[in-house]
């Protein structure tokens, strides 16, 4: 009998802990500063620039931009904004026709415009011209979507139809594709009162429940190309005490399924897996039992997101591709709910280092 109420007592003490750490985190995000008014909607916002992918990608690095224009439609509204552009993205960057863009804007052009509050953007387009080009930026945008779900600690995105003027000599290229922004770590930042860390954080020196939501939201959306230990494709965000990981870029993984994805490699070594829709889970070794709450959060949260799938449906041009999508988080619904599933396929495969 004393071995029981030991057993007992232990079990208490660990439920409060765990309920203490959530109270900890949680508080913090009800505390919310305001979305930029950029963000504040998901309606399509129409976008024009006029530049070469060419001279994007030769003339500017880290720290050279170009000048130019973007041009929007809001509401009624038609507004001119300069900006600073430089191409980003390794693999993109050299793989792709179309690069990631990063973009700064000075604050006072941004005054009184749809861009208040946003100093820096990036700029996610197709990587290749190609049939489904458009609907692969789509799902990169669903993964995003669907992180909001997961965690209040993300970043925000807005779809656009996007025009590209591209000149070749005397020719001009028209190109009329699916894009999206992504807010800054600055504005992120700002929103929770946080601080970007800059030196590496080990994911278990992070907070248990936002890097357990992080690795649970990987293994769903099928990606391995991240690492929160090295902030590859991931920021860290430092708010009261905790590191907490943002993560971003989710083009190889196994729900975006692109024509150039590959296998990620960890230290020169392929993991274990035939395609990017093979799901590897790459958490660290938690407890049982916030693995469990975690597990519990996803499929409460599974209705939500499927909602998310359903709202996006008339964006894809092409129906299997959004069949293929919601077929690919649905299986990972699939393994949460089957216990031998859920054991062999993410419990038995934490990770000790």
Known sequence: ?????????????????????????????????KVSKLFRTSKILPVQMEYSNRDL??????????????????????????????????????????????MRIKKDDAKKTLFKGNKELK????????????????????????????SPYHFKTRLLDFTL???????????????????????????????????????LQQDSLNSIRNAFFQYMIGN?????????????????????????????????DTSYSVVSQIDGLELPLESVTDRLYRG????????????????????????ILEDHKNHFENPDEYEKSQKYILGFFNILADPDKFKSEILDNRRDN
Not at 1 to 19: E, V
Not at 57 to 84: C, E, F, M, V
Not at 178 to 201: H, P, Q, S, Y
């Open 1 to 33: 009998m004393g071995k029981i109420q030991t057993n007992l007592r232990l079990l208490a003490i660990c439920f409060f802990i765990s309920l203490s750490c959530i109270g900890q985190i949680e508080d913090t995000s009800k505390k919310l500063g």
């Open 57 to 102: 990608k030769k003339l500017t690095n880290d720290s050279t931009y170009i000048h130019i224009n973007l041009t929007y439609r809001d509401a009624d509204t038609l507004g001119t904004l300069p900006l600073r552009v430089r191409a980003r993205g390794n693999f993109r960057r050299k793989n792709c026709y179309f690069s990631p863009v990063k």
């Open 123 to 150: 700029l996610v387009l197709p990587c290749l011209k190609e049939k489904n080009a458009n609907d692969d930026v789509i799902k990169e945008l669903l993964a995003y979507k669907l992180y909001e779900v997961v």
């Open 165 to 203: 003027s591209e000149s070749k000599g005397k020719k001009i290229d028209e190109h009329r594709i699916k894009a999206f922004f992504i807010e800054d770590m600055a504005e992120l930042e700002d929103r929770f009162g946080g601080k970007t860390m800059k030196r590496n954080v080990h994911p």
């Open 224 to 256: 391995t190309d991240f690492s929160t230990g090295y902030q590859h494709n991931q920021k860290l965000l430092f708010l009261n005490g905790f590191s907490i990981p943002i993560p971003y870029d989710f083009d190889m993984s196994g729900l975006c």
């Open 284 to 307: 660290f070794k938690r407890s049982d039992a916030i693995m469990f709450s975690i597990r519990d959060e996803f499929l409460q949260n599974q209705p939500n997101m499927i909602a």
